[in-house]
């Protein structure tokens, strides 16, 4: 059942419905999809009074106008994409309504690389496979089933519903801030030489102009292992990998299961959401931090969307 339509008029470069993503098939080398930026998608939801879980839309540089067939209430949080609505500015992170007729607009980003656009009741879509979240290279999931990012012309159904909420105090994130990634770190990190270990944690990271939501590359110090090579085994999200160049390789959402490079550790959920709003040239930093407060932080973080 859906409450109404939404029309897409422009699609921008890369935009995609997402929902929380696809869990339990890694075994048949299916990755899990869902937003990149954590953060700002379960805030997009949290506004319009959408459980977890909810499908919403994630666009990459913005460009995007869609027009509103039935009044809906929409959330838009991320990236600072300089929105419109019916030409005058649309504040981010906070609800607001779009009526029948009228148009929201999406320049680029100012700030960030991914914003996030919830409905009230959700974007509605058939799960694939237990999951709405589009992998466009496997060809699954989104508002068709098949892995297709948006296209002019598309309607975008909603089940409607909801109720606007108020952001909370100190919910709004600063993406012009200092990056610090929290890593755990794993199991081949001993056999990283000294001098590497030290300049992976106190030299400054550059972000590569190869990121995608499959992963990203950063540009630095040069780090050496001894291990040469490894059997593939199975990589979480946010394994900071480093292939015979020294370079590290983050990935995100979209990456493949399994990888033979030893990694370095792995990035906590929320600096994984953090990685994702860096556009390329970005300095960052990595922080060394245990698998236990890496858990306590996202304990928290989940606890206002309970």
């Not at 977890?52 to 509103?68: D, H, K, N």
């Not at 929409?74 to 779009?98: V, Y």
């Not at 922080?287 to 996202?298: C, F, H, M, P, V």
Request: proline content about 7%; charged content about 20%; aromatic content about 6%.
């Amino acid at each position: 059942m859906s409450a109404g339509f939404i029309t897409i008029n422009r699609p921008g470069p890369l935009t995609t419905v997402q929902d929380a993503g696809r869990f339990g098939i890694r075994r048949l080398g299916i990755t899990q999809g869902g937003p990149a930026d954590l953060h700002a998608w379960a805030w997009a939801n949290w506004l319009v009074g959408n459980p977890w879980g909810s499908a919403a839309v994630e666009i990459t540089l913005g460009g995007l106008e869609l027009t509103a067939e039935h009044d809906c209430l929409l959330a838009l949080t991320g990236a600072d994409m300089q929105a419109s609505r019916n030409g005058e500015p649309q504040p981010g992170w906070q609800s607001f309504t779009l009526k029948a007729g009228q148009r929201l607009s999406l320049d680029m980003c100012r700030q960030g690389v991914r914003g996030y656009l919830a409905v009230a009741g959700g974007f509605v879509a058939e799960p694939v496979l237990g999951s709405a979240a589009c992998v466009v290279r496997d060809g699954l999931g989104g508002h068709r089933g098949d892995g297709s990012k948006l296209a002019e012309g598309d309607r975008l159904a909603f089940a409607g519903g909801g109720q606007a909420r108020p952001l909370p105090v100190n919910a709004l994130p600063d993406y012009a801030e200092p990056v610090v990634l929290g890593l755990i770190p794993g199991a081949q990190i001993a056999e990283f030489d000294g001098a590497s270990l030290f300049e992976a944690f106190n030299r400054p990271w550059q972000v590569d102009t190869r990121a995608d939501r499959m992963g990203v590359r950063l540009l630095g110090p040069t780090l050496k292992c001894k291990l040469t090579s490894m059997v593939s085994e199975g990589i979480s999200l946010g394994a900071v990998q480093v292939p015979p160049d020294g370079q590290p390789i983050a990935l995100l959402n979209d990456r493949q299961t399994i990888g033979g490079y030893p990694r370095l550790g792995t990035l906590s959920p929320l600096a994984c959401a953090r990685l994702a709003q860096c556009p390329p040239g970005s300095e960052l930093r990595l922080r060394a931090i245990s698998q236990e407060q890496a858990l306590r932080d996202y304990r928290r973080f989940r606890t206002r969307f309970n």
